[in-house]
């Protein structure tokens, strides 16, 4: 079993920043890909950003030039810097994985979300 648990979302004023942290722990033999998504009321989940093993990264053109996806292997943990904060940010954001555990399946888990509220 794999637990992600996201903490760092919170309440900000438009313009200010919030790190987010996704701490992996279970029997993970190898993780591959890690990613924010987000997902306002009344609205899809969305990609934010995508990290790959090799570090190679990605973002939702929303959010290019002000978030920053980076990740600590050492310590299982993903993060996501966001400076730059506008009031289309707010909304919940989610940590995803691509690992495999046990049965050697390669599957995605899904942390239980963070708010991130920003106020104009």
């Known amino acids: 079993q794999v637990q992600l648990v996201e903490s760092g979302g919170g309440l900000v004023q438009a313009g200010g920043s919030l790190r987010l942290s996704c701490k992996a722990s279970?029997?993970?033999?190898?993780?591959?890909?890690l990613a924010w998504y987000r997902q306002a009321p009344g609205q899809q989940r969305e990609l934010v950003a995508h990290?790959?093993?090799?570090?190679?990264?990605n973002y939702a053109d929303s959010v290019k030039g002000r978030f920053t996806i980076y990740r600590d292997n050492d310590k299982n943990t993903l993060f996501l810097q966001m400076s730059s904060l506008k009031p289309a940010d707010t909304a919940t954001y989610y940590c995803?994985?691509?690992?495999?555990?046990?049965?050697?399946?390669?599957?995605?888990?899904w942390g239980q979300g963070t708010q991130v509220t920003v106020s104009s």
């Open positions: 995803n994985l691509w690992g495999i555990t046990t049965d050697s399946i390669l599957r995605p888990f």
């Open positions: 279970g029997s993970i033999f190898s993780i591959n890909a």
């Open positions: 990290i790959s093993s090799e570090n190679s990264t």
